[in-house]
């Protein structure tokens, strides 16, 4: 792929200036509570910005602001107009779901770290607690889910834990189970068995392509660890 120099130019100034505006806008890390700084791979203290996606460190009292790899997906290739206005119904789809697969990720997780030590009938009674904790609070919203928003739902979930919904049933069984079957009367065609594989599913293809630009475009905030997925090829 050959750029064009004064394309090249422009990206090289534009980063350059965005860097500049971050460096006036956020603190010395002296400032930051100590609860809230980081350390790297080499031991060097920093400060993150989840709004800028950038690290700050401090080095000889002056702020070294290391901004995030930017990950460009271009859009995929569409084969014909019915195609491509798929892609933008899917964009929808992912909007209407993203802040409900956020809260879900958000329990899920921290139910895993709340029964790292329970023994056995501690777990059940605490996920079923949960569930119903969750279903007063999110069932409604659930029901209301089409075919293809639970099928989205479903797909950030195993990219985000590496488990398909099955599978976490399984791991949690009691609540979960209860729950996720109680919305799964108005979704009965999404299938809680399969991967998130975007280069091996069209449909995945385009949900990976439709997070990263608006993930990038700061329309929708990156979940914890959200670089942690790859793309197989």
């Known amino acids: 792929m050959k750029f064009n120099k004064y394309a090249l130019f422009f990206l090289l100034f534009s980063a350059f200036s965005l860097n500049s505006q971050v460096i006036q806008q956020l603190k010395p890390i002296s400032e930051y509570p100590p609860e809230l700084l980081r350390t790297d791979e080499f031991g060097n203290k920093y400060y993150y910005d989840e709004i800028q996606k950038a690290r700050v460190y401090e080095i000889n009292g002056e702020n070294v602001v290391v ?6 997906v271009n859009k995929p290739r569409f084969n014909n107009s019915l195609d491509q206005n798929y892609y933008y119904f899917l964009n929808k789809k992912l909007y209407r779901v993203y802040p409900l ?39 409604l919203q659930l029901r209301d889910l089409t075919t293809t928003e639970g099928r989205v739902f479903a797909k950030l979930m195993y990219r985000a834990t590496g488990k398909n919904v099955y599978e976490i049933i399984k791991e949690l069984r009691g609540g979960w189970s209860a729950f996720w079957w109680n919305v799964k009367g108005n979704i009965a065609d999404v ?37 942690d997925f790859k793309v197989q090829k």
């Open 67 to 72: 901004m995030d790899e930017l990950v460009l």
């Open 101 to 139: 697969f956020l809260t879900a990720l958000e329990q899920y997780r921290d139910i895993q770290k709340d029964m790292q030590d329970m023994d056995k009938p501690s777990k059940r009674k605490f996920v079923n607690e949960k569930q119903k904790e969750l279903a007063s609070q999110y069932e």
């Open 191 to 227: 299938s809680i068995k399969d991967p998130y594989d975007p280069h091996a599913d069209r449909t995945d293809q385009f949900i990976e392509s439709l997070l990263q630009s608006n993930w990038n475009a700061g329309y929708l905030t990156p979940y914890p660890g959200y670089r």
